[in-house]
């Protein structure tokens, strides 16, 4: 955890920060995880490194966040199937760095790169028990549909519109 002021900065995921993914499993309760892996996990599942080789960058792209240097947490999006417009929403930060504005500054990063790879619609599934979860869905994207799915699952699906003009980024 930064203490003091640090210096904090979004960028673009890349393959070599896999580590630095790893390292941020310390920082998460028991309750973050469950709530983004949906299941009970004493840390980040190697199952979902092994889901991000296959599929990035492909079908999975990633802003991360990042304070004095160490990763405190990332946004994701996922492709559905083939070259769907469609893109599933993932979230998880440090549990020091929740409710500090790290996810709206996630989301930004996030809605230039999946502009930039042709989706068109972010949809969140978002069980009822993650408060914090559905409160920053509902105030930060207030025109955001929202569907109830059933079992206690709500649906927020963003709409994007196409970028008037490609980002140029060294970093990609």
Same mark, same amino acid.
């Given at each position: 955890?930064?203490?003091? /002021?640090?210096? &904090? ?25 469950? %709530? &983004?892996?949906?299941?009970?996990? @004493?840390?980040? #599942? !190697?199952?979902?490194? =092994? ?5 990035? @960058?492909? +079908? ?37 760095? %929740? ?20 989706? &068109? ?17 509902? $105030? ?10 059933? !079992? ?9 519109? @196409? /970028?008037?003009? #490609? =980002? +140029? $980024? #060294?970093? &990609?």
């Amino acid at each position: 955890m930064c203490t003091g /002021p640090c210096s &904090r900065y979004i960028r673009p995921w890349r393959p070599e920060d896999i580590p630095s993914i790893r390292d941020l499993s310390p920082e998460l309760s028991l309750d973050s995880l469950c %709530q &983004r892996f949906r299941c009970g996990t @004493p840390g980040i #599942p !190697d199952w979902y490194f =092994r889901l991000i080789a296959e599929r990035a @960058p492909r +079908c999975w792209n990633a802003a991360l966040a990042f304070c004095g240097g160490r990763v405190i947490g990332w946004m994701e999006y996922g492709r559905r199937e083939g070259a769907s417009p469609v893109g599933d929403l993932g979230v998880l930060v440090a549990d020091a760095y %929740q409710r500090s504005g790290v996810s709206r500054e996630l989301w930004r990063e996030v809605v230039l790169l999946a502009r930039e790879d042709g989706i &068109r619609e972010l949809c969140a599934d978002i069980a009822h028990t993650n408060v914090a979860a559905m409160s920053a869905m509902a $105030s930060t994207f207030p025109g955001a549909e929202r569907e109830y799915l059933g !079992d206690g699952e709500h649906r927020f699906t963003l709409r994007l519109t @196409p /970028p008037e003009f #490609p =980002r +140029c $980024s #060294p970093l &990609r």
